[in-house]
């Protein structure tokens, strides 16, 4: 019984912990999405006429890769967007590569 309890205890810890680690990815997402280029990808995003980055990721059409593709080496009116997300603050903070900034971004992104 002591050992199930330990068990069940441990469970607890980890899928809390990761609820922690999800949390904090999708804040610092949050920032560089509200901060990259000075004024956000919103800018350009959240108008009409240019991708739905949510909707796209909802609808199967925008996968982690492209989106990598896309922010590294940009694309027509998309400007290169790594250098300027490795600059933010938080991920600075948090000591993010390349890679789990671009994860928190693309998860912030998934959540909205
Ligand atoms: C100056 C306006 C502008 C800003 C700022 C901007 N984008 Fe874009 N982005 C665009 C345009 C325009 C396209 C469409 C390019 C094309 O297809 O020719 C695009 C395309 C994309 C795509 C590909 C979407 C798809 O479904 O094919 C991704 C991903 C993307 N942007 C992510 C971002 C992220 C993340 C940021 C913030 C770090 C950002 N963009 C900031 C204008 C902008």
């Known amino acids: 019984m002591k050992k199930l309890l330990g068990v069940l205890a441990g469970v607890v810890f980890v899928a809390l912990s990761g609820q922690a680690v999800a949390d904090e990815q999708i804040e610092i997402g949050k920032k560089i999405y509200e901060r990259a280029f000075g004024r956000g990808c919103g800018t350009c995003h959240d108008i009409a006429s240019n991708p739905q980055l949510a909707a796209?990721?909802?609808?199967?059409?925008?996968?982690?890769?492209?989106?990598?593709?896309?922010?590294?080496?940009?694309?027509?009116?998309?400007?290169?967007?790594?250098?300027?997300?490795?600059?933010?603050?938080?991920?600075?903070?948090?000591?993010?590569?390349?890679?789990?900034?671009?994860?928190?971004?693309f998860a912030y992104i998934s959540s909205k």
């Open 56 to 105: 796209n990721i909802k609808a199967g059409t925008l996968d982690r890769a492209k989106f990598e593709e896309v922010i590294k080496n940009g694309k027509g009116g998309m400007p290169k967007a790594m250098d300027e997300i490795m600059k933010n603050a938080a991920v600075t903070k948090a000591g993010y590569g390349e890679a789990q900034a671009l994860d928190a971004l």
